[in-house]
């Protein structure tokens, strides 16, 4: 079955920093790759996926990922974080049913 | 409005004493999945469900039952519910149980047992 190692548990920036959350899975075959949102209180949303095609994938809010298949990940990018992008963030993989890793919490400072 | 929906949002409940928490979405999802979030643990797939009368364990289902006689609910059931299943539950269905449809979350059920 399907693991993802989510590697950073907390990371704490200030506003307009780079964001950069890695996320590496274990599997053999293909798999869909997706990154998930979670605001403070609130259940988790789609930020993007990933399942062919461009390895770059750009979501909502400015968010992107980068597949690397020799590398098994799927890192989160952001250019320039802002204070309402704290959250915490969960990286998952598909294949028939979905596995998250442990999630990264971000928080931004103003 | 599409969605997913869990009742309740909070239950506290002492050891022992039977309950279930519902989940229905009005997608018509084939796929619906139970998880349970812990700090520092993520989200860990109780059971699963790819359609009408098949249900499948997760990660974690012991202590945990559920049905899928309809399609649009999939409720979880705690028989003898014990404090370590104090925990933040979510239900989250998708359309197809192919790769790439991103599941759909409810708002989560904060369960208690004391």
């Known amino acids: 079955a399907q693991s993802v190692s989510q590697h950073n548990h907390h990371v704490i920036l200030s506003e307009a920093a780079s964001l950069e959350l890695g996320c590496n899975y274990s599997?053999?075959?293909?798999?869909?790759l997706f990154w998930y949102v979670q605001y403070p209180g609130q259940h988790l949303q789609l930020l993007l996926k990933?399942?062919?095609?461009?390895?770059l994938v750009k979501g909502i809010k400015g968010f992107e990922a980068e597949f690397i298949k020799s590398k098994f990940s799927f890192n989160l990018r952001k250019p320039s974080v802002q204070w309402s992008d704290t959250a915490e963030y969960f990286c998952?993989?598909?294949?028939?049913?979905?596995?998250f890793g442990a999630g990264t919490r971000l928080t931004v400072k103003p | 409005e599409a969605q997913v929906t869990q009742n309740p949002r909070y239950l506290i409940t002492v050891t022992g004493k039977k309950l279930t928490v519902t989940c229905s979405q009005n997608?018509?999802?084939?796929?619906m999945s139970w998880y349970r979030q812990d700090p520092g643990l993520g989200l860990r797939q109780i059971y699963y469900?790819?359609?009408?009368?098949?249900?499948d364990k997760g990660d974690v289902p012991e202590g945990y039952k559920v049905s899928r006689k309809e399609k649009r609910n999939f409720p979880l059931i705690l028989e003898s519910p014990s404090p370590n299943q104090t925990s933040l539950y979510f239900c989250?269905?998708?359309?197809?149980?192919?790769?790439?449809?991103?599941?759909?979350f409810g708002n989560g059920t904060r369960l208690t047992v004391t």
């Open positions: 998952a993989v598909r294949n028939n049913d979905m596995r």
């Open positions: 469900s790819m359609n009408v009368e098949v249900t």
């Open positions: 599997y053999g075959g293909t798999v869909n």
């Open positions: 989250a269905s998708s359309l197809y149980t192919n790769d790439n449809s991103p599941l759909h």
């Open positions: 997608m018509n999802h084939e796929y």
């Open positions: 990933y399942f062919s095609g461009d390895p």
